[in-house]
């Protein structure tokens, strides 16, 4: 089970909150607003309320020892900066995802600590620009990302002593075999930044490698098992 | 007899297309602000208007050679041209008289042919006494010759000048919105120069000073005193007179000083509106016009996509922080209060405007703009931020094309972190376009050298580019998902959508446009 928390039960955070209901994930939530925190419990969720005075409150909510993930997403910018800040002096390695307002706000929250930003009106503001300026690819895009198809985009890590293993991605055909689209991979020799297939550079793969593909799902659980 | 003939005849045209071809590019040519070509047009005549006075000016005192009255009857013929055309497209006539017609047939009579006359010399009277239009018969005049007298109204052509500048037409609106302030100092100032004139002529009239010889000069030297000008050939010789130009020259500058501030204030409470007319202008020249309703976070970062994309769009905001914003980036702009219908009217079906973005966050005022574009033009595409989970279902009822949940959407792209960071990083590269790798789409028209080809055949492959789908006639209900590269053969209507860097596909597109026969 992984520990989830979550700052700030704004319109992002409900969101955020209503996507992480299963047995998979303890999420706890935390507002400083004790108005958000009763709408929070009135959705269905555990939701307290603190003032952030102090780091005790997050030793409380387990950062530190157990929470694997903190989601920042308050609606007061200087308060998820706060938070950010001094969860990750107390936690190395804690995913923190902070959400920012403004685009500027970026690199101050990175410095912060976050390991990735967000911003809904920027997402928003793209999804309607791709709709304005690339209507086909926004329709593809929707059949990816839409919980209820078929297709779906996936991340595969090769698994030790997997026949992908050692293999150079520009003479595989098995991607053909099972229909998938290959996208792009996460070479550990070349640090842990993401590649394009694109971009059109031959890579070794290796074990512990992540691909990213597309394709039925079925498919892709089918794949799985045979690289294993 | 003539009346059916007349009725036949406007029948005969209405039916006719190369007639109204004709008529429409006359008024394209004549009266339409958003034409392409009437731009040129007005500058020609301009400088028509221009050479002609010059030539006619000049020509007062020297002797020209007859080549410039060539040029003076062939300026004139335009004009004249110009004036008939008007006259001709100032409406349609022909509908008046269908229309008249068919009342008469409902009410079983005859067209009478009295009645038609009253109609067409009704209509063309407006036109004929229209100010543009007299204007334009004022600057006919002058040439003809035997009326010299007729050369004063040369001024007039020079008048014909001002139908083309917009700016000036909303000068003296403004101005004449200070009807009231002007009409004070006319009359203020009237009453001062009569006044000193008869002090001065009661005092210095009767021989006392000699070039003060009649009730007349005394008005002059008032008005040349009051205005400042002050030339200085009538001088006041007595001391009542001297004291009298005291307060004449101290009252003069301040009337002028009081109608300079009119002029100014009035010009500078309307600034605004002339700008705003101005880009509405501007707006109104563009095809295929993005309108973009809210400049707040979510349109800021939308506009600053469609700046870098180079596309045509206007920002419609209520605050004028949010407006000050749009002004200092360069955007095109309009301050309104978008639950105004006029303020959409003007906007939104005035232009040639296909795709709206209403991304305020209140989403009642998203609503009424929703519904007031969809209930007149509902081909019009609308894209439209939801800001509650509860009113999507409306937005839907209304009949959006698109609407946006952003919290939602972010949501989904944050979730992905926890358990496929590697999966995040990948849709976020294309999806906030971080990359030089982009999605792009690629449609197939009817003769493109694509048809019938296969994907490798092009070089999609060895380019790097993969094709994610095939959209079949552009729906996404009928797709194919990962197209073979060699047995997949293109057809024309299909959407291909692909990943790739951006300069190959840009290099493929290109290679297909100019193979396109």
């Known amino acids: 089970m992984m520990r989830i928390v979550l700052f700030g039960y704004s319109k992002t955070g409900r969101e955020i909150a209503k996507l992480l209901v299963g047995a998979e994930y303890d999420l706890q939530i935390i507002d400083e607003n004790p108005l958000q925190v009763a709408k929070a419990n009135e959705d269905g969720f555990f939701a307290r309320h603190s003032e952030f005075r102090d780091d005790s409150m997050l030793e409380d909510v387990g950062i530190g020892r157990d929470v694997e993930v903190l989601f920042c997403t308050s609606t007061n910018d200087s308060l998820n900066l706060f938070i950010t800040l001094s969860a990750r002096s107390m936690d190395k390695k804690l995913k923190i995802l902070t959400l920012i307002y403004k685009k500027e706000d970026e690199k101050k929250m990175l410095l912060a600590g976050a390991n990735r930003t967000i911003s809904p009106y920027n997402v928003g503001a793209l999804k309607a620009f791709r709709i304005i300026d690339k209507p086909k690819v926004s329709e593809v895009l929707n059949l990816f990302t839409l919980q209820s198809n078929k297709l779906s985009m996936n991340e595969i890590e090769i698994p030790k002593g997997s026949i992908l293993d050692g293999a150079y991605f520009n003479d595989l055909t098995i991607f053909r075999e099972y229909n998938l689209i290959f996208l792009g991979i996460l070479d550990r020799e070349l640090g842990d930044k993401f590649i394009f297939y694109a971009e059109g550079i031959n890579h070794k793969i290796d074990e512990n490698d992540v691909l990213i593909i597309l394709g039925s799902k079925s498919n892709i659980k089918k794949f799985k098992k045979a690289i294993a | ?517």
């Open chain 2, 1 to 517: 007899m003539l009346a059916k003939l007349i009725v036949s005849f406007a029948y005969l045209l209405d039916s006719s297309k190369s007639y109204k071809r004709v008529k429409s590019f006359a008024y394209d040519l004549l009266e339409n602000e958003k034409s392409k070509i009437k731009p040129y047009f007005d500058a020609f005549i301009i400088f028509l208007v221009i050479l002609t006075v010059s030539i006619l000016i000049y020509d007062i005192a020297h002797h020209l050679s007859y080549h410039f009255e060539i040029i003076e009857n062939v300026a004139v013929s335009i004009f004249i041209l110009e004036w008939l055309g008007r006259f001709w497209i100032h409406d349609d006539l022909r509908y008046l008289i269908i229309k008249y017609h068919e009342e008469q047939l409902e009410l079983k009579k005859r067209p009478k042919f009295i009645d038609i006359i009253k109609i067409i010399f009704r209509q063309k009277m407006k036109y004929i006494f229209s100010p543009m239009s007299i204007i334009d018969l004022l600057a006919i005049l002058p040439t003809y010759r035997p009326l010299r007298i007729l050369r004063v109204f040369l001024i007039f052509r020079l008048l014909k000048i001002f139908r083309y500048t917009k700016n000036i037409n909303i000068f003296f609106k403004i101005l004449s919105e200070k009807k009231f302030e002007f009409n004070f100092l006319f009359v203020i100032g009237i009453f001062a120069v009569f006044m000193s004139a008869t002090i001065m002529y009661v005092f210095e009239g009767i021989g006392n000073n000699p070039n003060i010889k009649s009730y007349i000069d005394a008005i002059y030297w008032s008005i040349i005193t009051i205005s400042t000008v002050g030339y200085g050939d009538i001088t006041p010789v007595t001391l009542t007179g001297k004291i009298l130009t005291f307060f004449l020259v101290a009252g003069g500058f301040g009337i002028l000083v009081l109608a300079t501030s009119i002029v100014t204030n009035a010009l500078s409470d309307k600034i605004e509106v002339v700008r705003e007319n101005q880009l509405l202008s501007k707006a109104s020249k563009l095809s295929e016009l993005i309108v973009v309703f809210g400049f707040g976070r979510m349109g800021m970062a939308l506009c600053s996509e469609l700046h870098l994309d180079k596309k045509n769009f206007i920002v419609v905001d209520n605050s004028d922080e949010s407006i000050e914003k749009a002004k200092e980036l360069g955007y095109l702009y309009m301050k309104a209060d978008a639950a105004d219908y006029v303020a959409i009217n003007n906007i939104v079906f005035r232009n040639d405007v296909k795709k709206v973005v209403i991304t305020t966050e209140n989403d009642a005022l998203n609503l009424s703009i929703l519904l007031t574009i969809k209930a007149e033009k509902s081909d019009i595409e609308v894209i439209v931020r939801a800001n509650n989970d509860e009113n999507r279902k409306k937005f839907k009822i209304a009949k959006a094309d698109f609407i946006i949940f952003p919290y939602e959407t972010v949501a989904e792209v944050a979730v992905e972190y926890i358990g496929n960071a590697v999966k995040f990083d990948a849709i976020e590269n294309i999806i906030l376009r971080k990359s030089d790798i982009t999605l792009d789409e690629i449609h197939i028209f009817d003769g493109s050298s694509m048809v019938g080809k296969s994907i490798s055949e092009i070089g999609l492959n060895k380019m790097s580019i993969t094709t994610l789908a095939i959209l079949k006639n552009g729906s996404s209900r009928n797709f194919i998902f990962n197209p073979d590269c060699n047995e997949y053969k293109f057809e024309v209507n299909d959407d291909v959508v692909v990943i790739g860097n951006k300069e190959n596909i840009n290099t493929v597109k290109k290679s297909i446009t100019r193979q396109f026969t």
